[in-house]
């Protein structure tokens, strides 16, 4: 008897655990019809929408960039009996993770976006609608999943896994927003979608150092020096990247030193040796080595350049010189060592510190691998030597400052790209997240463009507005000739157009500026930028009564101004790397801003001079 029941109990345990694990495995979307998920017969639990069941259900293409999905996609595919059904409140998934899947492609990467469902809600779930946006870009792609309309979920199914349809063809080393939204979607309610940004894997991450030209460099590097020469010997690249030439920079105390080096693959295909020349001898050089192509990664490496003494004295008059100056080295020595601790008990405290965030000091991360990412460094300078104070981020409990950037998107494409590497970098390298309409653009079009202005304007803490020549300039709007807007519409997303620019928020905030400005009220809130191709006289009236700054030579004080951090102190100053005028090229992020810039001046030029020669 004791057995049977043994066994029974071991059964039960068994099946227990089954079940566990069949409640939690992934759910992936699966083929079938509207008719199907209208009328809610069985094998359409979990359904994916192609562009084509959208057309067939309403009779035309949604936009191409958008893929399947439709403003409110539950309104417009399931409530046409029932519209009951799509008006509550679903809370917005959790648990989204990114995962990369097998991409044959070196040059790109594929992912599979997945979440929970929240219990808030689940019995009235409708599906979900998962979009995924490029960071600095305009790339947009779309996929709607729906339930059929009989089902309900218990709350207990919160624990399953629902998963996406790949995202293919996605840039290495860039970053995306991937956000998934609730079904259904009422109106007046925030808290229905979940965003996560993340970054696709680098070349070298996904392929190997080896098989990438753009993130190849030199690992193995060996300095000698005989006599005045310094040789330098480094590995070369594999011969499949065709990388052929190289360069050399060294520099110290102001002064820089560029060698080109061009190595004789006949000779040696796996290392080659140079000679450094123009270097000060006693001198301490940093030296950087690369393959001479755009944005390849540079390897660091010091150079102690020793003093030569040219002649010389014979041995037999070295001995008794050296017998002598024994004696009085050795008494120097011991003078040196009490007077160094002498020192040392005077001034105990020069050494490196490591600070947290107070109100005095910023705290700053330089972990390549966040999104939000800076380094600072203060450095204080006294009479007996130099003392530095690294400032590290405490993660724990440090919110990021919220900035919106608005602009006019009247300058045309290149001005808006402008803006849009402005805020990547900003996002990236300078400890900020970053608000702007055309990373939102999901949100953007259910809320209203102006709506979505005035809810951003009052939960940022900062507000930045790009200032530029459009800002004074009042299109009046296009009219419509005949069927050429549904066919442009039908095309994709004009990023550059009327539509999602922010020229009315500028207004806006032109006018609260000016009524905090007469009731007394702080106005560090609100920033005012222009880029190198716009002129002071851009900045409106009103905005002249905020801090303004020119980019990218003010990115220091757009820092300062972000988080509260004095540039100088008594006896100090701040360093912040990778922000500098002449060190934020050096991040990929930085080169593609230079470069907007640079495009959009030149654009901005070309079009002064029609303009000119138009009033001739």
């Known amino acids: ?43 359409c639990d979990y359904c994916r929408i192609t562009r084509a069941d959208v057309k067939r259900a309403l009779g035309f293409n949604s936009i191409q960039a958008f893929g399947s999905c439709i403003p409110w996609p539950c309104f417009e595919l399931l409530g046409e009996k029932d519209p009951e059904i799509c008006q509550h409140y679903v809370q917005a998934p959790n648990d989204v993770k990114v995962e990369f899947v097998h991409e044959p492609n070196p040059k790109s990467d594929t992912i599979v976006v997945s979440w929970k469902p929240s219990f808030y809600g689940i019995a009235f779930l409708r599906g979900f609608q998962v979009s995924l946006q490029a960071l600095g870009g305009s790339s947009v792609a779309c996929q709607l999943f729906l339930f059929h309309r009989n089902l309900s979920l218990p709350a207990s199914h919160a624990q399953r896994v629902y998963k996406s349809d790949p995202f293919p063809n996605l840039s290495l080393g860039s970053q995306y927003a991937v956000t998934v939204m609730a079904l259904p979607v009422p109106e007046e309610w925030e808290r229905f979608y979940h965003s996560e940004i993340f970054s696709t894997r680098s070349c070298a991450e996904k392929n190997g150092l080896e098989q990438c030209k753009k993130d190849w460099y030199p690992t ?66 940093t030296c950087e080595i690369a393959a001479n192509e755009v944005d390849a990664v540079r390897k660091t490496f010091t150079v102690q350049v020793m003093s030569v003494h040219k002649g010389g004295a014979s041995p037999l008059s070295v001995t008794p010189s050296l017998a002598l100056m024994l004696p009085l080295g050795l008494a120097m020595v011991v003078f040196i060592v009490v007077s160094l601790a002498a020192l040392g008990k005077r001034k105990p405290n020069l050494q490196m510190k490591k600070l ?206 972000l988080h509260g951090v004095a540039l100088h102190r008594p006896g100090s100053y701040l360093k912040i790397n990778h922000i500098s005028e002449e060190g934020f090229t050096k991040l990929p992020a930085g080169a593609a801003l230079q470069w907007a810039i640079y495009e959009a001046g030149m654009e901005m030029r070309a079009k002064s001079h029609c303009t000119v020669e138009g009033g001739d």
Request: net charge negative.
């Open 220 to 285: 193995h590097i060996e300095v000698q020096q005989e006599g005045a020469a310094v040789t330098v010997t480094f590995n070369l690249a594999p011969p499949n990247l065709g990388i052929r030439s190289y360069f050399s920079l060294c520099y110290t105390n102001g002064m820089k030193t560029y060698t080109d080096i061009v190595p004789d693959s006949s000779t040696n295909q796996t290392h080659h040796s140079y000679q450094l020349s123009d270097l000060q001898e006693g001198t301490n050089y």
């Open 1 to 43: 008897m004791w057995k049977a029941a043994f066994v029974a109990y071991h059964l039960l345990v068994l099946g227990q655990r089954l079940w566990a694990q069949d409640d939690v495995a992934a759910i992936n979307p699966q083929d079938c019809s509207l008719d199907c998920i209208r009328q809610g017969g069985p094998g």
């Open 356 to 561: 947290f965030m107070n109100p005095e000091n910023i705290s700053c991360t330089s972990d390549p691998s966040l999104p939000l990412s800076a380094l600072c460094e203060v450095q204080h300078h006294q009479e007996s030597g130099t003392q530095e104070e690294a400032v590290v981020l405490q993660r724990n409990g440090l919110t990021p400052p919220r900035l919106l950037i608005c602009y006019s998107s009247y300058d045309g494409p290149a001005h808006v790209k402008a803006v849009m590497q402005l805020g990547a970098f900003i996002q990236q390298h300078m400890a900020t997240q970053v608000c702007l309409d055309l990373w939102d653009s999901l949100s953007v079009a259910g809320e209203g463009n102006m709506a979505w202005h005035c809810r951003q304007i009052r939960e940022s803490d900062f507000i930045l507005v790009i200032c530029s020549r459009g800002l004074s300039h009042r299109p009046e709007p296009p009219e419509p000739e005949g069927d050429d807007e549904d066919e442009e519409a039908d095309g994709g997303l004009d990023f550059g157009s009327n539509a999602f620019s922010s020229d009315a928020a500028v207004k806006l905030i032109g006018e609260e500026v000016g009524r905090a400005k007469a009731s007394g009220q702080d106005l560090s809130k609100y920033m005012a930028a222009i880029f190198e191709y716009s002129e002071e006289s851009d900045i409106p009236v009103e905005l002249r009564l905020v801090s303004h700054y020119r980019l990218t030579s003010d990115l220091v004080l757009l820092f300062s101004h």
